[in-house]
């Protein structure tokens, strides 16, 4: 028997006009990724002096009544702005998961670049949500528009929306690799070569055209290389259960939370309302304002108590779940993300008074590979995402392949939910 693979592309065949689209969408998305990474920048220098570096300590560095107004001005702009966006272009979508999970490929552009927008400032302004979406959503948006132009099947279209989605993903963190298995694993379910070589594709041609303004480096630098031994391994067993349970907590939280969120003019109070709390919690914990970049940092490099991060790895998820709960559209994987990094290196403080040997820095990398790859149910993708994030972990691969299986197992035998399909809009039109 040949090759499966080997002998044809599927519905959607890979056709020149197909990878002439494929090309023309994926640099799109790369310039839309610096567009928008820009705007954002833009924001927190203007909110918070930050030109680099920490961005908690930029938060850190201001006074309280500086951040909580800077969280009420992200509430009352991002309700005024998603309101009228909700309102006035009801008519279009601005959803890519369900675009593409329902075979429509449709995403308009007008809603996606309004709500993108929005999306990057409230996040400049502190709001807890993740970066991601609003590049993904923009990927999505063009390659749609894209393939009515190139007269692409129904197909290929979906196909071309799930590509430039993940390498949206790709092009913002610099994760080519990442990017395509998120394509592959969670935007399509499959792994097939027709599928693997357009997602390879976009997200390389994204992020390359991505590195015209944005960063080459790893996202998390000067992690140390991790290595192999036996107290860190018998931890990830046990931890990927641990950790499972997490995400299974958090999955149903954000799915709650999203099917709840305010209608109509119950957005203009109940976002402010909301992200003034955040803010007022921000006075004591800066580490919540923004996606949570640091928290994560801080426990792949072994920094923080066991009680500060466990106290993280709980207060992240309840901040972005308000969010996200108040009406807000973003992203959550670097939330998730900061929450496994705390929480493994959490469990993994607790874990060196019983056997030593296994680093704070290493449980880190290995919860933020398990929650990921449980959260979004695609542990190839956790596992690719975290390796090039931190440019560390092939040392640990093994650990973090049994946390993040395990972890991946027990939510998909409690729910089989996963942190995109739990938001998605129930007859909405989108976000």
């Given at each position: ?149 190139f007269g692409l099947t129904d197909a290929q279209r979906v196909l071309l929306v799930a590509c430039a989605g993940g390498a949206g993903l790709a092009a913002v963190y610099n994760v080519p690799l990442g990017g395509a298995f998120f394509t592959a694993e969670v935007m399509l379910g499959s792994f097939a070569l027709p599928v693997v070589l357009a997602a390879l594709s976009s997200s390389f041609i994204a992020t390359l055209t991505g ?145 030593p040997g296994a680093p704070v820095g290493a449980c880190a990398l290995v919860g933020a590979a398990a929650m990921i790859g449980a959260s979004m149910q695609a542990p190839l993708a956790g596992l690719a995402l975290v390796t090039e994030l931190t440019h560390s972990g092939l040392g640990v691969m093994l650990p973090m392949i049994a946390a993040t299986t395990i972890a991946t197992l027990v939510v998909r035998t409690l729910d089989g ?15």
């Amino acid at each position: 028997m040949e090759q499966p693979n080997v002998t044809h592309d599927g519905p959607a065949a890979l056709s020149v006009r197909f990878w002439v689209a494929l090309v023309v969408a994926s640099v799109l998305t790369g310039l839309f990724g610096q567009g928008l990474m820009w705007l954002l920048r833009g924001v927190e220098r203007w909110a918070y002096g930050f030109r680099g570096g920490s961005y908690q300590a930029a938060v850190a560095a201001t006074s309280p009544t500086h951040r909580v107004l800077m969280l009420v001005l992200s509430g009352v702009l991002g309700a005024l702005g998603w309101y009228a966006t909700r309102r006035y272009l009801a008519h279009q979508k601005s959803e890519i998961d369900d675009a593409v999970w329902n075979g429509s490929g449709t995403v308009h552009v007008r809603r996606s670049l309004a709500t993108s927008i929005v999306s990057e400032v409230t996040i400049g302004l502190g709001a807890s949500a993740g970066r991601e979406a609003a590049p993904k959503l923009m990927g999505g948006a063009v390659a749609s528009v894209l393939s009515g132009r190139f007269g692409l099947t129904d197909a290929q279209r979906v196909l071309l929306v799930a590509c430039a989605g993940g390498a949206g993903l790709a092009a913002v963190y610099n994760v080519p690799l990442g990017g395509a298995f998120f394509t592959a694993e969670v935007m399509l379910g499959s792994f097939a070569l027709p599928v693997v070589l357009a997602a390879l594709s976009s997200s390389f041609i994204a992020t390359l055209t991505g590195w015209i303004t944005l960063s080459h480096a790893p996202t998390y630098s000067d992690v140390a290389n991790f290595q192999y031994s036996a107290p860190l391994f018998v931890w990830s067993i046990l931890a990927g259960l641990v950790i499972g349970l997490f995400a299974t907590g958090n999955i149903r939280l954000l799915g709650w939370v999203s099917h709840r969120r305010p209608r109509g003019t119950q957005l203009l109070w109940v976002m402010p309302l909301a992200f003034t709390l955040v803010g007022v919690v921000g006075v004591w914990r800066p580490e919540i304002f923004g996606n949570g970049i640091d928290i994560a940092h801080q426990a792949f490099l072994g920094q923080g108590t066991l009680a500060l991060l466990l106290f993280l790895a709980v207060l992240k998820p309840l901040t972005t779940a308000l969010t996200l709960g108040a009406g807000a559209a973003g992203g959550v994987f670097t939330p998730v993300l900061a929450m496994g990094a705390a929480l493994g290196g959490g469990l993994g403080a607790v874990w060196a008074h019983l056997w030593p040997g296994a680093p704070v820095g290493a449980c880190a990398l290995v919860g933020a590979a398990a929650m990921i790859g449980a959260s979004m149910q695609a542990p190839l993708a956790g596992l690719a995402l975290v390796t090039e994030l931190t440019h560390s972990g092939l040392g640990v691969m093994l650990p973090m392949i049994a946390a993040t299986t395990i972890a991946t197992l027990v939510v998909r035998t409690l729910d089989g939910y996963s942190i995109y399909t739990a938001r998605l809009p129930r007859h909405e039109g989108g976000l």
